[in-house]
Nanobody, 123 residues
Framework: VQLQASGGGLVQAGGSLRLSCVAS????????MGWFRQDPGKERDLVAG????????YYADSVKGRFTIVRDNAQNTVYLQMNDLKPEDTGVYYC?????????????????WGQGTQVTVSS
């Protein structure tokens, strides 16, 4: 299984980006999916997660009201729509999939990881 993340880039504060994560090799329709952010020298923290059905979502407090996670199981893809971006949103964003977890994924529960995409928000 491979997860291919894309959509990162450089944006000014207040701008928007949409990250995409496409899975190949097998269907992940029964996996919870999540987006994690990693700052230099720190662990990856969950930013947003979604259950396999799409009915349950989790958001970190810092992104509530600004980020939206959605999935398209027919396309084996999960998206993270990021609006009103702030400099503190800067980091490398990784998508991940977990068979065991719900929308509040833990790092050690994730079975597959994407390669990461850089998001930089300038002030």
């Amino acid at each position: 299984v491979q997860l291919q993340a894309s959509g990162g880039g450089l944006v000014q504060a207040g701008g928007s980006l949409r990250l995409s994560c496409v899975a190949s090799g097998r269907t992940l329709s029964r996996y919870a999916m999540g987006w994690f952010r990693q700052d230099p020298g720190k662990e990856r923290d969950l930013v947003a997660g979604i259950s396999w059905s799409g009915l349950s979502r989790y958001y970190a407090d810092s992104v509530k009201g600004r980020f939206t996670i959605v999935r398209d199981n027919a396309q084996n893809t999960v998206y993270l729509q990021m609006n009103d971006l702030k400099p503190e949103d800067t980091g490398v964003y990784y998508c991940a999939a977990s068979w065991r977890a719900g929308p509040n994924l833990r790092n050690d529960e994730c079975d597959y990881w994407g390669q990461g995409t850089q998001v930089t928000v300038s002030s």
